[in-house]
């Protein structure tokens, strides 16, 4: 026997960026970046160039720091349910707090741009509130997120 107060899901997408290499592979390449870039500036500090150093260092420094970025940035998620009565959009950043947005889906509409060029935004739009989905996903992948968010409102809306 169902239960009367819950409603069937149409959708039920978790967004999540792609993941960086492993922590250890991460750790392999730095260290052998690191490697080269020592040699290479002991090979100017005994030609006299020594100011060339620490521009070597300053680059690993850099390298490390995309690194962790880019681990920290692949923990963001967007989790997207759809019911019959409500399109709920969690928004999980990597860093701040995270938000809920709650739409009525019968007045929500899909904006996807297709201009073919990077960067095209998804945008769930209801009542005058905005909310850009999909960020961090591939081109290729926000089309077919669209599509499939767009099939599932229509569902809801009962077309």
Partial sequence: MSDPGRQAVLL??????NPPMSSRAL????????GMNFVF?????????WPI????????ALLAWAFRESRLRAKAFERIRLTMS????A????????????????????????TGLPGARL???SHGRSVQIGRFLGEPQRAVFALRLKSALQRAKGF
């Avoid at 500036?41 to 160039?49: I, R």
């Avoid at 409500?86 to 959009?89: A, H």
């Avoid at 938000?99 to 009525?104: M, S, W, Y």
């Fill in 12 to 17: 039920d997408a978790t967004l999540r960026p």
């Fill in 27 to 34: 750790g392999v390449v730095l260290a052998i970046v690191a």
């Fill in 41 to 49: 500036a002991l090979s100017f500090v005994l030609k006299g160039a």
């Fill in 53 to 60: 150093a620490p521009f070597m260092g300053l680059d690993v």
């Fill in 86 to 89: 409500e399109l709920l959009i």
């Fill in 91 to 114: 928004l999980h950043p990597a860093r701040g707090a995270p938000r809920d947005v709650t739409l009525n889906p019968y007045w929500t509409r899909v904006d996807y741009e297709t």
């Fill in 123 to 125: 945008t769930v739009t």
